[in-house]
């Protein structure tokens, strides 16, 4: 087992920045992907980024390349998204993941494991 707690979510202004944490605990692996996914009301879950924990490979989505960072601590077992230049339509509720079996780390169905959530809101 895997436990994930996000952290550092909350009410920021457009244009403003925010780094998110996920701190991981429980049986680790060194070899597989942490991602963060958003969903907004209404909206399907969305890849934000991910990297490979071993190699310290890094992926984003289009929309948030070029303003968002993800990074991790191995000795803190922890992840992190650096969020800049934030805009209203990256309000959603953002989720820490493992993806101990697979190499499709676009897809959320596979990962296996996932935080409680972190509410990102950009008011305008």
């Known amino acids: 087992q895997v436990q994930l707690v996000e952290s550092g979510g909350g009410l920021v202004q457009a244009g403003d920045s925010l780094r998110l944490s996920c701190a991981a605990s429980?049986?680790?692996?060194?070899?597989?992907?942490m991602g963060w996914f958003r969903q907004a009301p209404g909206k399907e879950r969305e890849f934000v980024a991910a990297?490979?924990?071993?190699?310290?490979?890094?992926y984003y989505s289009d929309s948030v390349k070029g303003r968002v960072t993800i990074s991790r601590d191995n000795a803190k077992n922890t992840v992190y998204l650096q969020m800049n230049s934030l805009k209203p339509e990256d309000t959603a509720v953002y989720y820490c993941?493992?993806?101990?079996?697979?190499?499709?780390?676009?897809?959320?169905?596979?990962?296996?494991?996932w935080g409680q959530g972190t509410q990102v809101t950009v008011s305008s």
């Open positions: 993941a493992a993806n101990t079996q697979s190499s499709w780390f676009r897809a959320w169905r596979e990962y296996d494991y």
């Open positions: 429980g049986r680790t692996f060194s070899n597989y992907y």
């Open positions: 990297i490979r924990w071993s190699a310290g490979s890094t």
